[in-house]
């Protein structure tokens, strides 16, 4: 019997056990929508106001400019309100966003609930 036909075989088991544990490794992302760069991230489980740290600083300028995305570490599945910070002081919120494992989520400027200007 030959065994080119049982070793592909058992190569494409392998493959197939083994692609859906890649799929599992990829971060959760966060793509920049909005009109601006983006200088602070931090999320919190939705309705609550435990923000976590910033995600930015995952980034190696500390910034995530319009059009970027940004692997988000530390955080399960599940829903989160989103506080966003941009260079001057201002802050942005966004609430309840479905954040899934593995995938890339967005925030565009519409998606704003509540934002704040600094005090001058």
Same mark, same amino acid.
């Given at each position: ?40 991230? %931090? &999320? *919190?489980?939705? @309705? ?5 740290? $910033?995600?930015?600083?995952?980034? /190696?300028? +500390? ?5 970027? %995305? &940004? *692997?988000?570490? @530390? ?5 989160? $309100?989103?506080?966003?910070?941009? /260079?001057? +002081? ?31």
């Amino acid at each position: 019997m030959p065994r080119a036909p049982i070793v592909a075989a058992l190569g494409l088991l392998a493959i197939g056990a083994w692609c859906p544990a890649l799929a599992a490794e990829k971060p959760i992302r966060f793509w920049n929508l909005t009109s601006a760069t983006v200088t602070e991230l %931090r &999320l *919190a489980p939705a @309705g609550s106001q435990n923000f976590g740290a $910033d995600q930015c600083k995952n980034d /190696k300028d +500390g910034s995530v400019d319009h059009d970027e %995305r &940004l *692997a988000i570490t @530390g955080l399960t599945p599940g829903r989160y $309100d989103v506080k966003v910070g941009y /260079k001057g +002081g201002k802050t942005c919120r966004v609430a309840n966003v479905s954040i899934e494992s593995g995938k890339v989520f967005s925030i565009e400027d519409k998606d704003f609930t509540d934002c704040t200007l600094p005090f001058r």
